[in-house]
């Protein structure tokens, strides 16, 4: 079975500041990592996913994540958030195989002040 | 883009009623599943579908609960009798190898 944390429920930043949201996953097996980003009232959109090879990921909207096996980590980064960031995010993770259920974390709220 | 489209996107029902959520997933797509949110929570798993079976299901998805895919492009979530707590925002989700695509969700909101 799979497991994740997020770290932190809220983050505040100002506008044009760098971001971290942190999550950590525990399992037994190889895993899949994601990050999906939640708008108020609409549905996830896929950031990112580390499935294999380079450990430093690029996605949508300039964000970017490190996979770290050895602190089973899977921090997610941007270095100047915009006010439109404002969402939350959500880590999963899924079994290293070619398909299966994800488990979420409880989620952070990015809350981008000018 | 694909896309994963459900409807309706809202749904209202009265406690005790039948309820069908409809998805269609990404044409080439192997892999179906549903999920649901309750309002301020986290994103729960509730079953996984392929090959025409389910292939997982969480302790949520009792038996109230069916999931059918009866024409070979539609995939659904039937709510036999519902009750308030299932009030809800439900996802649907298909994925070909790792990684799934989302849709937009149905809030079924139960009175």
């Known amino acids: 079975a799979q497991s994740v944390t997020q770290l932190d429920s809220q983050v505040p930043v100002f506008e044009e500041a760098p971001v971290e949201l942190r999550c950590n996953y525990s399992s037994s097996v190889s895993v899949y990592l994601f990050w999906y980003v939640q708008y108020p009232n609409q549905g996830l959109q896929l950031l990112l996913k580390?499935?294999?090879?380079?450990?430093l990921v690029k996605g949508i909207n300039g964000f970017e994540a490190e996979f770290n096996k050895s602190q089973t980590s899977f921090h997610l980064r941007k270095p100047s958030v915009h006010i439109s960031d404002t969402a939350e995010y959500f880590c999963?993770?899924?079994?290293?195989?070619?398909?299966?259920?994800?488990?979420f974390g409880d989620g952070t709220t990015l809350t981008v002040k000018p | 883009e694909p896309e994963v489209t459900q409807t309706p996107s809202h749904q209202v029902t009265q406690m005790g009623q039948e309820v069908i959520l409809r998805c269609v997933p990404i044409s080439n797509h192997l892999y179906f599943y549903w999920y649901r949110q309750i309002l301020g929570q986290k994103v729960e798993f509730l079953v996984s579908?392929?090959?025409?079976?389910?292939?997982?299901k969480s302790e949520i998805f009792d038996d109230q609960f069916s999931v059918e895919r009866p024409d070979g492009s539609n995939f659904t979530l039937k709510i036999r009798s519902t009750k308030l707590e299932d009030s809800a925002m439900y996802f649907c989700?298909?994925?070909?190898?790792?990684?799934?695509?989302f849709g937009s969700g149905t809030r079924l909101t139960v009175v």
């Open positions: 999963a993770v899924s079994r290293g195989t070619n398909a299966g259920k994800s488990t």
């Open positions: 580390y499935l294999s090879g380079s450990t």
């Open positions: 579908f392929y090959n025409n079976e389910i292939s997982e």
């Open positions: 989700a298909s994925s070909y190898l790792a990684g799934s695509t």
